[in-house]
């Protein structure tokens, strides 16, 4: 029988049922992909003028450029919508700014948002990196920006990847400061088709069979720590698991509405050094997080001590909101205000719902959504 928690949740304004109608969103969608065009601009210029001469440093400025736009995510998180992320660990310990590789599973479209607010709380929201699919690295700004931030984009063919992974371990074993890999081992996001086609594997190749999450596809993985051994110092095991009262969502999020996610940080230290072993690890871990929430399922909490220390809103994020805002409108504003013409003034109207519009699909698809039926296979 599921247990239901008592946690608190906000009271609904009159602000709330506002902003619940998507009226902002277009003026977030404006702000949001303006100063992401400023940044990919910016980093453009320094790629240009600084990386030929020195990658080091190039990347050192990089760094900051991005972290000061990926800032307004962490905003609609912990600002804007109030999101709860509620944040546990067997050891009571948050996790630490180290060079590692993150160990997640897919839980709706914000999982790898919450994968920023979580690296924000721990100062490595700017060393974040991802492997993402290869079409990603043309979305317009958002996969322009992630290339140049040494974000890896796959095919998911192996026999296509491998070079593409050589060629990226070996500039993240020279990098300049500690990062963090996110992996999605499931390697699609799980629907019931999907699931039955995990659990049918799983029985042909007398592996447990799971229920809450894929089978990973461990060869990212495992290359991943054969080559960077001796540069990654920890694996971290994140699992997510929405609210069913207040699953987060996209939508959501953008509409200023309260939802709340629970995320388990197991920390793994001692790592194998051999294919096999780090292959077994990774199996390991989804049939653990598989265990986890099914607890979670039954008790509405992970079985671990929730972690509250350092995890309050951070005042960065909404500096950075405000600082984009003031760039962005107050440029839109003033052109409202000075200019005659008629066509200015409907073609900023028109960007707004434009904008709005587009920011939804770019992250619905940066966020790995497909189309129902595409499929899935175990490695």
Known sequence: MTEKNNMEVPKTTLFHKVAGTGI?????????LGSGAVTFAVQLLIFTVVYPFSPTLFRKINETVVWWWWLIIVWAMEWWSGMDVVI???NGEFTKAETSVVLGNHAGDVDWMLGWYV??????????KAYMKKLSMVLPILGWSWWLSDYVFLSRDWSKDENTLKKTFETLRSYPFKFWICLFAEGTRKSPSKLAESQKWCRDNKK????HVLWPRTKGFTATMMA??????????MTMAPDPDYPPSFGKMLR???????L??????????????LKALCEQVFVDKNADLEYMKQHRTFPYPIIKEGLGKRWVS???????????????????????SAFVRNGIVALHVILGLGLMGLMHYAAGNKPAGSKAKAE
Do not use: H
């Not at 447990?208 to 229920?211: E, M, R, S």
């Not at 200023?256 to 629970?262: D, E, I, N, T």
């Not at 984009?324 to 005659?340: E, H, P």
């Open 88 to 90: 546990s660990s067997p």
């Open 119 to 128: 690296a924000s709380k721990v100062n490595m929201l700017q060393g974040c």
């Open 264 to 277: 388990n940080v197991k920390t793994i230290r001692d790592i194998p050094k051999t294919e096999e072993g």
């Open 318 to 340: 909404r500096a950075s909101m405000y600082f984009w805002t003031t760039v962005i409108q107050g440029t839109i504003i003033y052109l409202l205000l000075t200019s005659d």
């Open 208 to 211: 447990p069979v799971l229920d």
């Open 228 to 237: 960077l051994e001796g540069t990654v110092e920890v694996v971290y095991d």
């Open 256 to 262: 200023g509405q309260f939802s709340r996610c629970y």
């Open 24 to 32: 902002f969103i277009p003026s977030i969608a404006v702000t949001w």
